[in-house]
């Protein structure tokens, strides 16, 4: 492949010694961008804009080889020349489209794509990456609606039902996203995101068995990251294991010992289990890691009245309240009077 390069490449420099003309180098440059020789095509698109300022080709396909080298913001100003050039040229608003999703510029992103699909209704990827431009301007239902309208296009781009199913997460449409994660495992049996995205809807639909399964797949797929096990250990308790919830959160904080959250989640469970002590000393621990969290003191505070220890435990709900603790000011009335 890298031979027959050469080859064209060399023709093509016997050519332009009969004489130089803007074509051959925007041509010359199609040829370097199919063997992803992207910063060389770039190089003779700079030629041959030089040579012809006016080319719209000229310009869209430059910004296309920058937007493959993640140069987006420069594909961009490529992308507005051809516009002012040529503000009908449909395509090009499907690139900046990209290049602009790219850039998190999600509501450029979803104009440039509306006005592509006005002129092409019928290209599905133009309606998933402006579903994805939608469900990141958090409008949902109308990332939904591209999303279907996709698939209807053409079911074989797997990766939509991973962004519908996440949309309807978000729209609270539970039941739909367990459907969506169940195609987007079906399609990638090892994809974690899924399983611990589908574990959440089947939490929220009270399918606490269901999500135990999922969380546990994906610490199997996954065993050195915390959330996994953080997330587990939250459907134990609700399934009132509460010694398996604890052994969870302890691992969530062997594999990350600055997250305060599960050293407070694993003191409320261990009170729940009337192991005061001990929840003191994870509430302790939460101080350490975090000095300005508020509510590990109020919560260690509580732990300290419930053994009777006034001093310290209105000790800690001052510091809760100087901390901005909401609640702080009530627990002072009513445990420090």
Known sequence: ?????????????????????????????????????????????????????????????????????????????DFDKVIRLKPNYSLVYFYRGRANLMLDRFKKAEADYTVYIKNNPYVAYAYFRRGNARSNLRNYNQAIKDFEKTLRLDPSIEEVWFEMGYARLQNNQFAEAVKDFDKVIEYFPNENYAYKNRALCKKMLNDFEGALKDYSIAIANDSCNSKGYYFRAEIKVSLHDYLGAIVDYSKAIELNA????????????????????????????????DPKNSESYARRGFIKHLLQDKEGSCSDFSKAVELGEQNGVEMINQFCK
């Open 1 to 77: 492949m890298k031979f027959f390069l050469v080859v064209v490449l060399a023709c093509f420099s016997l050519i332009n010694g009969f004489g130089q003309k803007a074509d051959f180098y925007v041509t010359r440059s199609q040829i370097k961008s199919d063997f992803k020789k992207y910063s060389a095509a770039i190089d003779d698109l700079d030629i041959a804009i030089q040579m012809n300022p006016t080319n719209v080709h000229s310009y869209l396909l430059r910004g296309i080889a920058k937007s493959e080298l993640k140069e987006f913001q420069n594909a961009v100003i």
């Open 258 to 289: 600055n997250d305060i959250i599960p050293y407070i989640k694993r003191g409320l469970t261990k009170s729940t289990l009337d192991d005061f002590m001990g929840a003191i000393e994870d509430f302790t621990s939460a101080i350490k890691v």
